[in-house]
């Protein structure tokens, strides 16, 4: 896990100071709306529906036991006693007082946080997989480098106004578990024949009103130069990218109207003057922020633990989450556990503070004092001895976050909705709600893994695009209808859906994901995925069976 | 111009004015004190007509075309539009890495105090600060935070080469 050093704390303090030497300035009029947005926004400050909303960054994903309590503080003094984890890995507080956003960011600055640059048009919270440094089939602890990357990022004066927002994931495991190919700089790190690590650097993604997949521009950067090549992008798209019109400005717009081979060669040029400079990384930087990221001090264990067996033998319930929630881990012994924020006993993302707590206690107890945030909006408990799945689960029981339903239909990724953001178009979580319970946890096991994600509106927040069953919230004449795509993944295969047919209402929408998933289930071969099945079989099968008996 | 800040090897100082004035994009006189647009100032040199040493930079200009006539300007001063458009602090980082111009170069139109330590950052030395605005408030944001994690044209090594952590 990253500690500040004396570095970063004095840059997060006198962040925390200019800020509120802002906010006092605006609050005394001295700044206006229009020159307090930016920066309010590069602190992590957004105007909602019904007050301030600040999301707090979570550097990839990773929280210490202590932060996770301190969240729960900020929602029990500031807000109203919960917050919403996104699927960038931040935290959002939904009731927020201007006044009060100072000594927030002071108290988060007290365990070593921020909000720094989680808004606005700037480069975004670097972002990875929930497992990164414990899953068995990764090749490097990608957490090194998007927190290097975060370094390089955080306040660098070039890159605050860019044309719109830029976010970075990087991955290195054989399964894309970051959604990855969705970002404006995807970064994909492997290490070569001979053992050196390389990127794959691959830009212009991003889903909104135009999805579309990032596409590579760089097949074997070596690590050292991963900044100066982000760097070359960066200034291309200072320069290049358009200013004219919000929803062309993103990078992928930029990319697609040159042309990837045009865009490439921009961006070569660029980096040719920069590279072998002062962003070169050296190895005493690479082993310094690495050695921050050892594992923690492992037991050795045997893989199976008779105890555990046993309860799972013993206890049916106990044994369904496990079969769900439970994942592999590198070292024997070991498993990491994924908590569900799902329907039905909980709103996607969210967490109250007891919750909070509790799992931070967890992560004590049993841990190492470590915990995740996965991008499926769930939270994760990286290193718990398997025989301690047990006690894990019965104390998750009494906070209500021991659903069964990790990866299955109810575990939908799911933005606020028209619950809380002003620029939705249609209630997502009621909905999602909705859809949710019309399976039984049996239909679900039954159906097996699969992705439901719903946005509210077009900006796409919850992914729709790239769930294998795609949500979008529309507004027809003051009602509420729901556009479905379906074909979506995610991962090292990632595909954007296709929209099935005409919208539906909301009271329609759970028979016709219904509708979906049985016809997933009639035509799917032996252990096919759904993703699977729709590769072999293609949209219309799904499309003539997904409006039977509602009517479109 | 007016609201000037200019910093000379650490020294600040502030002026309601200078003799400088910004000539509008199809002006192409030769009085003195008078800043030429880019275009304008390099299409005299093309000429071979006596030129200026000061040129004004647009958000949408391409810097890189001074290469070659860098060394006739000892000022130079670079459009901001908006705040929110950035494209002048990579005009300046091209004017003073790519370029190694050396001379004066300063912010003007839509600058504010909570951008100044980004611009400086990024090389410039001179501001005019937004009319109505006050200089000698906007002066309280040149020093901005005093860890800097990236190299940035006036600090060109980043943290990790600049100290040991
Ligand atoms: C409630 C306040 C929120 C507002 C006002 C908001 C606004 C937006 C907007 C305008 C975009 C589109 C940007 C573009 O395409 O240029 C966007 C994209 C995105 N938002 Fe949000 N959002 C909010 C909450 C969330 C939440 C709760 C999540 C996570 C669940 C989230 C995750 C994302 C992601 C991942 C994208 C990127 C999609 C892409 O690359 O196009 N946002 N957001
Ligand atoms: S998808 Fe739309 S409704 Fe949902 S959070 Fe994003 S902006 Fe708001």
Redesign the interface.
Known sequence: MYRY?E??R??VN??VE?FRD?VARRMSGE?TED?FL??RLQNGLYLQKHAYMMRVAIPYGALSSDQMRGLAVIANEFDRGYGHFTTRQNIQFNWIELADTPDILAHLASIDMHAIQTSG?CVRNVTTEAYAGVAPDEEYDPRIFAEIIR????????????PRKFKIAVSSSKEDRAAVRMHDIGLYLYRDEEEILRFQVMVGGGLGRTPFLNKAVKEDLHWSEV?SYIEAVL?VF??YGR?DNKYKARIKILVNSLGVDAFREEVEAEWL?IREG??TL?D??LS?VASQFLSPLYKTLDDTDLRYGNHIASNDEFASWVSRSVKPHKVSGYASVAISTKFPTNTPGDLNAEQMQRIADLADLYGFGVIRIAHEQNVVLPDIPKKYLFNVWSSLCEVGLALPNVGLVSDMIVCPGASYCSLATAHSFPVAKKVAEAYSIEEQLEVGDISINLSGCINACAHHHIGNIGILGLNKSGEDYYQITIGGAQGKDSQIGKVIGPAVSEDALPRVVKNITNAYLANRDDSETFHETFLRIGLEPFKLAAYESVGA | MKNIIHIQSNDMTISKADDWAILEKDCDSLESHQILPMKAWLARVERGDNTPTAVWVDVDDDPMELKGDIDKLSFICIFFADFKDGRGYSTAYLLRKRLNYQGELRAFGDVLRDQLSLMRQCGFDSFAIKEGKDPHDAAKGIKGLSVTYSGSVSQPNPLYKRVRR
């Open positions: 050093d570095y970063d004095a840059l006198e962040r200019e802002q700044l020159e930016p920066l048009n370094q390089w990022a955080t306040v660098n004066p070039e890159f605050l106004f860019l900044l200034r200072n320069r200013r003057q002062f962003s050296t005493d930087e310094r």
